[in-house]
Nanobody, 127 residues
Framework: QVQLVESGGGSVQAGGSLRLSCTAS????????MAWFRQAPGKEREGVAG????????YYADSVKGRFTASQDNARKTLYLQMNNLKPEDTAMYYC????????????????????WGQGTQVTVSS
């Protein structure tokens, strides 16, 4: 079992940047598939970045490709999401998620696959 705690959300103007962090209660690099999701009011929760197990690669949704960068610091058991050139449509609650298992090769994170979730951190982008 793993507990996840996100931080780093806030309010910025369009074009600004934020860095989200997700600290895990245990080492996740080798055995877990990790991801960032977001959910805007009235919309479905969507995967924006997937961090594949044991460094197999990273997936980005088309809506954030080129603007968001996901990374993982194994020593600190922390996942990051660097968000640049933010747009009002990026406004949402952002969640870190994990499942025990292997993901790789173009897998697009699906919320149904993930059993472990953080509490979320709010990102608000004003125009």
């Amino acid at each position: 079992q793993v507990q996840l705690v996100e931080s780093g959300g806030g309010s910025v103007q369009a074009g600004g940047s934020l860095r989200l962090s997700c600290t895990a209660s245990r080492y996740t690099y080798s055995n877990y598939c990790m991801a960032w999701f977001r959910q805007a009011p009235g919309k479905e929760r969507e995967g924006v970045a997937g961090i594949y197990t044991a460094g197999r690669g990273i997936y980005y949704a088309d809506s954030v490709k080129g603007r968001f960068t996901a990374s993982q610091d194994n020593a600190r058991k922390t996942l990051y999401l660097q968000m640049n050139n933010l747009k009002p449509e990026d406004t949402a609650m952002y969640y870190c998620a994990a499942f025990l298992g292997i993901c790789s090769g173009g897998y697009a994170p699906s919320k149904a696959d993930f059993g472990y979730w953080g509490q979320g951190t709010q990102v608000t982008v004003s125009s």
